[in-house]
């Protein structure tokens, strides 16, 4: 009689199993995207904090010196492929642009035209709106529609529509459906992010998602201001840009 009821049960767990299973297909047409986010990190720049021979200068294409900082510091600014550095009461921004013998270069940001950085071609990462993919497999400018985004709501006030656009790629972002999600200011840990707040900071998360079709996809580009952004961010950018001086940025972790 035991043998039995455990054989129901284990019949009926994965009849409930299979069910789960396909509803969870049938939401997303079969695709499941897996995320993770990337921001863009404040490096206030103290030369106490690192003795002469970890520092490290940042290069540009050829060679030239943009800035010397800490060695922490400096692979911060390359593995989130930007950063802002403030010295002596001064923020500029740097972005990662490519590797000449191996050793990574970049380049100073027009604050006025990208402040939160440069994705591929020269578009501008727009924060909460920006992902970064395979571009084997996508290309830049495609369009994904995530409804796990429609509704969250945004820093200015306004909701986010679950339409993102690819603007970049990452080194270690590969394969079908896997996104890094642009966060600005705030990192996966900071509370006030809302993104991380919905999930796509945890390794183990899959959500639902399908390609733009043509019209929502140009629609998107426009409404987002692609490959540029919209005035009204790069003004609200700059207003927080200003306040970084030698404090703690949005989102940065004390040291």
């Known amino acids: 009689m035991?043998?039995?009821?455990?054989?129901?049960?284990?019949?009926?767990?994965?009849?409930?199993?299979?069910?789960?299973?396909?509803?969870?297909?049938?939401?997303?047409?079969?695709?499941?995207?897996?995320?993770?986010?990337?921001?863009?990190?404040?490096?206030?720049?103290?030369?106490a904090k690192c003795t002469q021979e970890q520092l490290k200068d940042m290069l540009t294409p050829d060679g030239k010196v943009l800035t010397t900082i800490c060695s922490q510091?400096?692979?911060?600014?390359l593995i989130e492929g930007s950063c802002f550095v403030d010295k002596a009461g001064s923020v500029r921004s740097y972005n990662y642009h490519s590797r000449v013998k191996d050793i990574p270069r970049f380049v100073e940001v027009d604050l006025r035209k990208c402040p939160?950085?440069?994705?591929?071609?020269?578009?501008?990462?727009?924060?909460?709106?920006?992902?970064?993919?395979?571009?084997?497999?996508?290309?830049?400018?495609?369009?994904?529609?995530v409804p796990r985004l429609v509704g969250a709501p945004m820093p200015d006030g306004s909701t986010h529509d679950g339409y993102v656009v690819i603007r970049d790629r990452g080194a270690r972002i590969l394969g079908q459906g896997r996104f890094d999600f642009f966060t600005g200011f705030y990192n996966h840990a900071?509370?006030?992010?809302?993104?991380?707040?919905?999930?796509?900071?945890?390794?183990?998360?899959?959500?639902?998602?399908?390609?733009?079709?043509?019209?929502?996809?140009?629609?998107?580009?426009?409404?987002?201001?692609?490959?540029?952004?919209?005035?009204?961010?790069v003004i609200r950018a700059l207003e927080t840009i200003s306040t970084l001086s030698r404090t703690q940025a949005p989102g940065e972790e004390a040291e």
């Open 116 to 145: 939160f950085g440069y994705g591929v071609n020269s578009s501008c990462l727009d924060p909460y709106y920006t992902i970064a993919a395979d571009l084997s497999i996508y290309k830049v400018g495609d369009v994904v529609f």
């Open 73 to 77: 510091d400096f692979d911060r600014c």
């Open 190 to 233: 900071d509370k006030d992010n809302i993104i991380a707040r919905l999930g796509f900071g945890d390794p183990y998360a899959r959500f639902d998602y399908r390609m733009a079709t043509p019209e929502e996809a140009q629609a998107t580009r426009e409404r987002r201001g692609y490959p540029g952004l919209k005035n009204v961010v």
């Open 2 to 47: 035991k043998t039995a009821c455990k054989l129901l049960s284990t019949m009926v767990f994965m009849l409930h199993f299979s069910a789960c299973a396909q509803t969870k297909v049938m939401e997303g047409d079969g695709e499941l995207l897996s995320p993770t986010i990337y921001f863009k990190p404040t490096v206030h720049f103290d030369a």
